[in-house]
C-alpha cells in the first residue's frame, strides 16, 4: 500500500507535559521521513526529518524515531508550549524524488 | 532570499470553468512538486516537475495538468471544474531530485472555491 497511517488524529496535552504522534508506512523503498507542522490559515513548514539509516534524531524540543524493521516511525515533543498547538503531519518519501506521501495529520492542542 | 511564491492566493470559480496557478520557487530550486490539501483528503500529492519535465504524477484525472518553464516557475491547470475540486494547492520547491535533499519548501498556497 502507498498510504501513510497517522495515530492519533487529535491530542489534547497540558502545557509541559509530552506529546508523541505514530505513523506506520508499508513501502518498503521508502527512506525519508519528514514531520510538517502546519498553523492554522499558514504552510507546511518542516520541523524535522530522518532518513533510513539512522534510527532517531533530535532538534531541541524535538525528537522523531524510525523502525524501519517495524516500519513505524512516531514524533516526540518533550515540555509542550502553547504555540506547539497546530497539525502535524507526517510523510515518507524515496531517494531521488519529491513526492511525498503524507499521513492526515494530528491535530496538537496544548493547554495552558 | 525569496521563499516560494503563488499566485493567486485566492480565487472563485464556477463549475466547467479552468483556472490556472503559478508558483514561482525559491531561487536556485530546480525542482517543483504540487499537492492539494482538502480537509477530508489531507495532502495529496500532484505532480512533480524537474528541468521541464514532469516526473512523477499523483492518482488525479487528466483535468489537473501542469508545467514547468526554463526559469523553473510552474503553472498547473484544472479544465472543467467540479465542486469537489475546491482545496488549498500548495506548490513546493526543493534544490533537485537526488541530491539527498528531498527537502520541500511549501508556498502559502492558492486558495481554489468551486461554486
Known amino acids: 500500500g502507498e498510504n501513510v497511517e497517522q495515530h492519533p488524529s487529535t491530542l489534547s496535552v497540558q502545557e509541559g507535559d509530552s506529546a508523541v504522534i505514530k505513523c506506520t508506512y508499508s513501502?518498503?523503498?521508502?527512506?525519508?521521513f519528514p514531520w510538517y507542522k502546519q498553523e492554522l490559515g499558514k504552510r507546511p513548514q518542516l520541523i524535522i526529518d530522518i532518513r533510513s539509516n539512522v534510527g532517531e534524531k533530535k532538534d531541541q524540543r524535538i525528537a522523531v524515531t524510525l523502525n524501519k524493521t517495524a516500519k513505524h516511525f512516531s514524533l516526540h515533543i518533550t515540555e509542550t508550549q502553547p504555540e506547539d498547538s497546530a497539525v502535524y503531519f507526517c510523510a515518507r518519501g524515496r531517494g531521488g524524488s519529491e513526492k511525498l506521501v503524507f499521513g492526515k495529520g494530528t491535530k496538537l492542542t496544548v493547554n495552558p | 532570499k525569496a521563499g516560494v511564491t503563488q499566485t493567486p492566493r485566492y480565487l472563485i470559480k464556477t463549475r466547467g470553468q479552468q483556472v490556472t496557478l503559478s508558483c514561482s520557487p525559491i531561487?536556485?530550486?530546480?525542482?517543483v512538486s504540487w499537492y492539494q490539501q482538502t480537509p477530508g483528503q489531507g495532502l495529496q500529492f500532484l505532480f512533480e516537475y524537474f528541468s521541464e519535465t514532469q516526473r512523477n504524477k499523483g492518482n488525479f484525472p487528466g483535468r489537473f495538468s501542469g508545467r514547468q518553464f526554463s526559469n523553473s516557475r510552474s503553472e498547473m491547470n484544472v479544465s472543467t471544474l467540479e465542486l469537489g475540486d475546491s482545496a488549498l494547492y500548495l506548490c513546493a520547491s526543493s534544490a533537485a531530485p537526488g541530491s539527498g535533499a528531498n527537502v520541500l519548501t511549501f508556498g502559502a498556497g492558492s486558495r481554489l472555491t468551486v461554486l
Open positions: 531561487s536556485g530550486h530546480r525542482s
Open positions: 513501502d518498503s523503498a521508502s527512506n525519508y
